[in-house]
């Protein structure tokens, strides 16, 4: 299972991502593409640190993951926050079912290379678009095929004062999937406690993602580098699309 007992370490592990940088990401291409959305869902939402963001910024956000620790995260984050906003789900793309319809959606930090299957991509985008209003975008990022194609029997190391973390990532570029062993040692008083992961992420390249959103409805598919409005340069690690529903 993947975000059950690391869910808890998640913020530190992620800790040199910038949240408020995606959020100011997101308004240049909302104006980018003349909208002014006031309901976002935020898909793949995790510990719900965007969700605030955004919520605490004045729009509608409702906020989905299919990882109840996570959620369980997130929730114990609101503070004096009103319980309707950011408005928790658990659900994932292919479970989405909201109330209505959103003017945006947005899915950060390579959640969509956590579908694993060309027809489960294309289900999963068709999903959610039965949620965005049409002429509502759809923003997300995907990490590179050449970022994945540097995990060959790689090692990553984090480790803070309480939390030591071991990542075994390795890529197979035939199937396209990579895949990690996380090791989590949080110190429990003078003992240390061991959890263990397992995840599978597929790359996938920009004409991949363009037919599957195509084929749920999507048009005007735009690619940049990473938090940029420019197209992704050679050896871009994280890309960006954005994507109009028709």
């Not at 808890?8 to 992620?14: A, E, I, M, N, P």
């Amino acid at each position: 299972m993947s975000y059950t007992s690391m869910a808890g370490s998640y913020d530190v592990l992620t800790r040199d991502v910038d949240r408020k940088s995606f959020f100011e990401y997101y308004k240049k291409l909302f104006a980018l593409r003349g909208l002014s959305p006031s309901s976002i869902l935020d898909i793949g939402c995790g510990t719900g640190t965007l969700a605030y963001i955004m919520a605490d910024a004045g729009y509608d956000v409702v906020a989905a993951d299919p990882s109840e620790d996570m959620l369980s995260q997130a929730c114990m984050a609101r503070g004096t926050r009103p319980l309707s906003n950011p408005l928790f789900l658990r659900q994932s793309f292919a479970t989405l079912d909201l109330y209505g319809t959103v003017d945006a959606a947005v899915c950060s930090l390579d959640c969509v290379n956590y579908i694993t299957g060309d027809d489960e991509l294309a289900a999963s985008f068709a999903r959610l678009g039965l949620f965005i209003a049409p002429g509502g975008l759809f923003i997300f990022d995907v990490k590179s095929v050449e970022k994945y194609s540097r995990y060959k029997d790689s090692l990553f190391i984090d480790q803070t004062e309480d939390m030591y973390c071991v990542w075994r990532a390795d890529y197979d570029p035939v199937s396209m999937l990579c895949r990690y062993s996380v090791d989590i040692f949080t110190r429990r008083g003078e003992l240390w406690e061991l959890a263990s992961e397992e995840h599978i992420q597929r790359a996938y390249a920009p004409a991949q993602l363009s037919v599957a959103l195509e084929s749920a409805g999507f048009g005007n598919i735009s690619f940049f580098g990473c938090l940029s409005c420019e197209p992704p340069i050679p050896g871009e690690e994280r890309i960006f699309v954005c994507a109009s529903k028709l």
